[in-house]
């Protein structure tokens, strides 16, 4: 006998009870981040938080590199992709087990809605979550066509309501994922089946190799795009990952929901998740061993929508979609989202290049980098009450894709206090902070995360590697300690170019090895520091910064820190004297914009 179909006022109360869980998404989140990694091994439970939660500040440098290498690196934030392919990858082992085709979408809808809270529901977690029920929503109606426009209908309500959001690379990267899905995973699957012949079993992993091809396809000529990196093996890592990572998301998810209940015993499902996990990481080091798994490409504008163009193309005559107009009106607005447009995160952001902008605070410090087509990230946001917004405002930012800050204190991070609300803030980063600016952060939609020594952030080309503290001496440290000991320091890339953000950290406390770079942003603003002189010979900067206030009582800069600089033949500029001091960065030149 049949069990009952689960009825619509059933489905209603789960997803009220999620609205109401909203509320608490900061508890929940944090028992849930507990209990996922209850009872496994270190790699394993960081891998777990980084598949459930997006957080994957914990997971070492080495396998971290190996998810990128080989293309699975999606697998460790949570975006509309993830959630989408979490989904879809539902789909067939609900079928296998005999469960009706709406009655899946139906449960598979509650679980993205039960899923949100869960994970902490910050603004990148809400909007996957809302893609991926949009992609669920798109199939229960029915064709393909039906499909499509619907979810051309919600792209276009979303950038009405915020069209910043355009500029936003993950979404961006949620959009074609979803999007190709619904274009490519049907005839895909037909095909599979037509080789591997009709069955059950055989129908659930036509649908989820299919729904994963679709995905890595379509977000391919993004992810070169913005990032100048594509790998070679992600097809083959992805397909070898496939029978794992649902299982594996599906009990994380379980474990983080039961962590919610005291007294439960989550080590058996959490080791059965392990394993799992283990395989994962494993297919991922497999596919990263080659030294061509990973290949540099710089892909301009016109490559972007040629790129698409081609696939396109190729897909209508491979498999003669009945509706080619909302197959190509689809394509086309993939092509067009990527670009920069009125509305996105800069008024005139850089055409493709890097703009960085050393902003006058007074006595702070307050730096913006600003990639082309993806959102401004700010590191530090100098003291309270000195026009951080404005000059935001001014250098066409809307929006923050991350506010870093390198040390809780007030000419560090009352700026980005101040900034909290009145302006949109993906992440905010850090390695201590007080709890009242955390809770500020989270009550503002911020997602809040801990970074430390071997963390990197990636938006667009900008790669930002921290270099310090390492974990063990932050997670050490008393209250009592010198927080400019522990002041992030952190190393900016963008293709050939590199800048060197010291925050407080002097050189004579802080031992890094960063090799050359092209601009250091000197420590303390100019305070004494021994350690200055060894560092330059280490580095050889092209460019000093020093961000300091006009006729500020400190001495800052000490005379001593300017006679190092003019010793080793930097050229220095300071905020004090100069102002903002604006470096726009091209492919391979770095120049001043006076």
Known sequence: ?????????????????????????????????????????????????????????????????????????????????????????????????????????????????????????????????????????????????????????????????????????????????????????????????????????????????????????????????????????????????????????????????????????LEPLNGVDALLLAYVAQVAEWCAAPSWAQVEVHLSGGGLIAAYLGLGAGSLLCWRWPRPTAALGALALACWLPLPWPGGAAAEPPARGLRVEVLDVGQGDAILFQPAAAPAVLVDGGPPGDGLARKLSEAGVDRLGAAIVTHDQSDHAGGIEELLGSLPVERLLFARLDRGLLAQAAAAGAEPKRIAAGNELRVGGLRMHVLWPPPELLGAAGRGEDPNQLALVIEARWRDFSMLLTADAEAESVPIEPGPVDVLKVAHHGSDDAGLGPLLERTRPRLAVISVGAGNPYGHPTPGTLATLRGHGVPTLRTDESGDITIEVGPHSMRLDR
């Open 1 to 265: 006998m049949r069990s009952p179909r689960p009825s619509l006022p059933i489905l209603i109360g789960i997803v009220l009870l999620t609205v109401v869980a909203l509320g608490r998404s900061g508890e929940i989140r944090e028992r849930g981040a507990e209990g996922i990694g209850r009872g496994m091994p270190a790699r394993e439970a960081a891998l777990a938080r980084g598949f459930v939660l997006g957080e994957d500040g914990e997971i070492d440098e080495k396998t971290a590199e190996d998810f990128r290498r080989a293309g699975l690196s999606h697998l460790l934030a949570v975006s509309g992709q993830n959630v989408t392919l979490l989904a879809l990858l539902a789909m067939p082992l609900l079928g296998a087990l005999g469960v009706p085709l709406r009655e899946r979408l139906l449960w598979v809808l509650a679980l993205i809605a039960v899923y949100v809270p869960v994970a902490g529901a910050g603004p990148s977690i809400q909007r996957a979550g809302v893609m991926g029920a949009l992609g669920l929503l798109a199939t229960l109606g029915g064709r393909r066509a039906s499909r499509l426009y619907a979810l051309a209908l919600a792209t276009a309500v979303t950038l009405a309501i915020d069209p910043s959001i355009a500029g936003d690379v993950g979404w961006q990267l949620s959009f074609a994922a979803v999007l190709g899905i619904l274009l490519l995973a049907s005839p895909l699957r037909d095909r599979l089946l037509g080789l591997l012949g009709r069955g059950r079993w055989r129908r659930a992993l036509a649908e989820g190799v299919a729904a994963t091809v679709a995905a890595t396809l379509a977000t391919a000529p993004l992810i070169a795009y913005h990032f100048e990196t594509l790998s070679t093996t992600t097809l083959v890592a992805n397909v070898l990952a496939l029978p794992a990572v649902a299982p594996a998301m599906w009990l994380g998810m379980c474990g983080a929901g039961l962590a919610q209940l005291p007294g439960v015993p």
